[in-house]
């Protein structure tokens, strides 16, 4: 009986302590809250414009840095802060002069360094011109009554970023211990998963946590991840696991496969990869517009996460489209790895290469170059170039077509087009972004959102409906070039693209993978463009390094400039250079050495070694000033810094370069204002001519110095985009190439033009090593604001024994005392060129903001 007595008292006091574990387990997992009962609307009157309210709760109650970028339609946006506070945390005041349908915004933490939630989000504005709305951190949703908002504990993000490791984000932040591995139910299809510990993934000294890593007792074979992995909590539905840096295994990674639509007479290949995939299927269509699929044709899977299948027949012309199977979805769009699409990007289209070469293309002799210095690079716009050019066929404007027309003799009294580039002098045309992006055919845009990066944009295209009439007309295009000695650099994007998930063909071929996200799923934006490719991950790598290649072989392209290359890996960068350098030994390659705001992986200095070079916007800010401000440089005002200039000048090798050939030197490009719009904001009453001395001296350093000359096309007749220092979607009557000015500032470009033949004929101003420039390169005595320097010629190999530069930034004349001897002026502040004007000797006067280059 005593017995019996005391086990009875024993299972008691097990049950008790059972449902005191649990009690103490849900406490746990308690979500914090704002008190809603003390939530009220502040329900703003009636606006004869717009008044929106926004209110924002953050779990951790840090507001700090945080605010609202709000935008209407078709205008320019504005940050907004959080000037209220409430019940709920904080709220914005919005308001608008308009009276609008809806406002947009995003939540972002001070200038763009993150953001809260990573897309557009609106609300609807009622009748009255008011709209008040709540929105919870990390929280998509938009709420019209704070009464909707489900504040329980969920979890928000599951990836698998090793085969034995799954990292949950929490919606709210729990205690360390909190998560108990017996209350989380982890299954892989209807099997269930043992763990191994659950430990915080955020700083151990936390009070709590929303991130934490479950450690699997043993990992996940590479045939469980295409099944479906979830994730459960106490009462809560289940949530997806999805496979994110696990996927970088080496068994699924397929580095030799040609991927993409290979087309014969016979028959053609479709390859693909995604290693999460269920199965893959091709849908053909009869016509770029059809609705519905002809045919669908299941790929077969092969290793390292490929799919393929071969269709018999000549396919040359069908588009296409894929439906990868994964996460339980069906998700049907173009291929990633296509050569040809449909106008909109939404088709990929079967394309028979071999089929697009124009007469004479395969064998052409390519411009070669010697040394990256060797380079004059001139920027365009192929839309800007020619869209009003009377000497282009009015059906070949803004065209590729448009790229290469030579003026008839009896043309306008001024070259455009392919006869002014070979008139100027310029050895390459640097191409703005040409790859598919996502627009209309008559949306004006610059293209630094692209789509497919193996397709030429279908806008610049005389036959946009025609693929692959689009791609023949892009390599006549860069054929003629070639045959009149232009080498062609395109300006690509890598490291971002035009849309994010749902309308992503690369999240939706594998989501998750193509792009960098946080640690709970969210898009980083380290392009400032909404989204940031991830090249650290080998197969997003392989696409962007096969991509390249791609370039290089089917259109023979000459070189590239990389759109924010600081964001790309350092590894990524040496493997690109290494691997196209295999194809193309003279290659042209340089790039931005910054980001949109994320964090810089390949920065100025990273370069080092690699055949890479950056742009020197050290020497650019000397030099000019400001981007778009007032304040002034060595060549735009009264002082400078002149030690910044004498750096750029022997082309960085005492700050960030190696050698002369990995910096690029330059004072003005398509962003912010043109070199003449800086100088009409700075200084609105200074008399042309003073302007037109101050583009020769800044051009003519640009010109003179060691490194890679990089000139803004148009700045060679004082170019104006009207003051708009972010042109990219300003349309034709701001962007365009205005011919008229050239007449108009004809001798501005006849100095460039005498500066470019001085560069090119003289190797002293070309050289190629650090050892070169420090040996024959010296600076001189001068007076303040005057820098004058000497190049030994002999030791160059150039004809000209001793080259004497000097370069007066200041609004007045400057006189100065010349080494000994007799030097006969190329250039002075009304001419250049290569043949003599005048000899001097003892001593000389420049006229305000004007340089001279004399030689023995």
């Known amino acids: 009986m005593k017995l019996r007595l005391w086990l009875t008292s024993v299972l008691f006091l097990l049950a008790v302590l ?13 979500s914090s809250a704002p008190d809603m009962t003390k939530v009220r609307a502040i329900a703003p009157k009636s606006s004869k414009g717009t008044t929106f309210i926004l209110h924002y709760y953050r779990p951790d109650g840090n507001y700090a840095g945080w605010n609202v970028w709000s935008w209407a339609e078709g205008q320019e946006g504005r940050a907004v802060n959080f000037t209220g506070k409430d019940a709920f945390g904080v709220y914005a005041t919005i308001k608008y002069s308009d009276r609008l349908s809806k406002a947009n915004f995003i939540i972002r933490y001070k200038e763009w360094e993150r953001k809260d939630v990573d897309r557009d989000r609106s609300t609807t504005i009622n009748n009255n011109g008011v709209a008040e709305s709540w929105v919870v951190s990390e929280d998509v949703n938009v709420y019209n009554n704070p009464d909707d908002i489900d504040f329980s504990l969920r979890v928000n993000a599951a990836f698998l970023d090793k085969l034995d490791t799954i990292l949950v984000t929490l919606s709210q932040p729990v205690q360390r211990r909190a998560l108990n591995p017996a209350d989380i139910n982890l299954t892989v299809g209807s099997e ?4 191994k510990k659950v430990a915080p993934a955020e700083p151990s000294n936390a009070q709590a946590h929303k991130s934490f890593a479950i450690k699997l007792a043993s990992p996940l074979s590479i045939e469980q991840i295409k099944e479906s992995i979830t994730i459960t909590l106490p009462g809560e539905n289940p949530t997806t696991v999805y496979v994110r840096d696990a996927i970088d295994d080496p068994s699924l990674i397929a580095s030799n496969a040609q991927l993409g639509a290979i087309a014969t ?3 053609t290949t479709f390859r693909t990869w995604s290693p999460v995939a269920s199965s893959v299927d091709l849908l053909l269509f009869d016509s770029e517009d059809a609705k519905s699929p002809s045919k669908t044709i299941a790929l077969t ?18 588009f296409y489209q894929y439906t990868f199977t994964s996460y339980g979805k069906n998700r049907t769009v173009a291929d990633i790895h296509c050569f040809a699409a449909s106008h909109d990007s939404s088709k990929s289209m079967v394309v028979n290469l071999n089929r697009t070469n124009p007469k004479g293309f395969e064998d052409h002799k390519l411009p070669e170059s010697k040394s990256p210095t060797d380079e004059v690079i001139y920027e365009i716009h192929v839309r800007d170039f020619s869209i009003r050019d009377d000497n282009v066929p009015e059906q070949n404007r803004g065209k590729f077509a448009g790229l290469a027309i030579i003026n008839p003799e ?20 640097h191409l703005m972004p040409i790859q598919d ?9 610059w293209g630094y959102w692209t789509a497919l990066f193996n397709v030429p944009e279908a806008q610049y295209s005389s036959t946009p409906h025609d693929p692959a009439g689009t791609i023949k007309e892009l390599k006549q295009a860069i054929q003629t070039l070639h ?34 996200t946080t640690p709970d799923g969210n898009l980083c934006n380290d392009s400032g463009c909404g989204n940031a490719f991830a090249d650290e991950r080998l197969m997003a790598r392989k696409y962007m390094i096969d991509s390249l290649k791609y370039w290089v072989t089917e259109y023979k392209i000459d070189g590239f400039r990389f759109d924010l290359l600081g964001m790309h890996y350092p590894e990524t960068v040496k493997k690109l250079a290494v691997d196209l350098r295999k194809i193309r030994p003279d290659l042209t390659i340089y790039g931005e050495p910054w980001t949109g705001g994320g964090p810089t992986h390949f920065g100025k200095g990273a370069q080092r070694n690699t055949t890479v070079a950056v742009f020197n916007d050290n020497v650019r800010n000397a030099v000019r000033g400001d981007l778009d401000g007032t304040s002034t440089g060595f060549a735009t005002g009264h002082g400078g810094d002149i030690e910044a200039v004498k750096r750029g000048i022997v082309g960085a090798i005492d700050e960030f370069a190696s050698a002369p050939t990995e910096a690029v030197s330059y004072v003005s490009a398509h962003d912010n204002r043109t070199f003449w719009d800086k100088l009409e904001h700075t200084y609105p009453d200074m008399d042309n001519n ?50 008229r000015r050239k007449s108009e500032y004809i001798d501005v470009h006849n100095y460039f033009k005498g500066l470019i033949a001085l560069r090119k004929a003289h190797p002293a101003f070309r050289m190629t090593s650090a050892a070169d420039v420090k040996q024959n390169l010296k600076f001189i005595d001068a007076p303040n604001g005057v820098i004058a320097y000497t190049l030994n010629g002999r030791r160059t190999g150039d004809e000209w024994n001793q080259i004497l530069v000097v370069l007066n930034g200041e609004p007045s004349a400057q006189s100065i005392n010349l080494p000994s001897g007799h030097w006969n002026v190329a250039v002075d502040d009304q001419r250049a060129g290569t043949t003599d004007l005048r000899q001097v000797n003892g001593h000389i006067t420049l006229p305000p903001y004007s340089l001279i280059v004399a030689y023995k």
């Open 301 to 318: 899977q092969a290793d390292s996460g490929l799919w393929e299948t071969t269709v018999e027949g000549d396919l040359d012309g069908t």
């Open 410 to 429: 009896t043309g306008e009294q001024v070259k455009t087009s392919l006869s002014h580039l070979k008139d100027l002098g310029v050895t390459a045309v």
């Open 690 to 739: 003073t302007k037109r001395s101050i583009l020769k001296l800044a051009h003519g350093i640009v010109l003179t110095s060691q490194g890679i000359a990089f000139l803004h096309g148009g700045s060679d007749f004082a170019r104006t985009k009207f003051g708009n220092h972010n042109s990219y979607n300003a349309g034709d009557d701001i962007n365009k190439f205005d011919w």
């Open 18 to 30: 059972s449902v005191q574990a649990s009690t103490l387990a849900a406490s746990k997992l308690k």
């Open 483 to 516: 045959e009149n000695g232009i080498r062609v650099i395109l300006d690509v994007v890598y490291n971002h693209t035009s849309s994010s998930y749902e309308y992503s063909p690369f999240d939706q071929a594998v989501p998750y993978y193509f792009f960098r």
């Open 437 to 445: 992006y996502t627009a209309t055919l008559t949306e004006y845009n």
């Open 192 to 195: 269930k998963l043992n763990i």
């Open 265 to 267: 007479d016979s028959a």
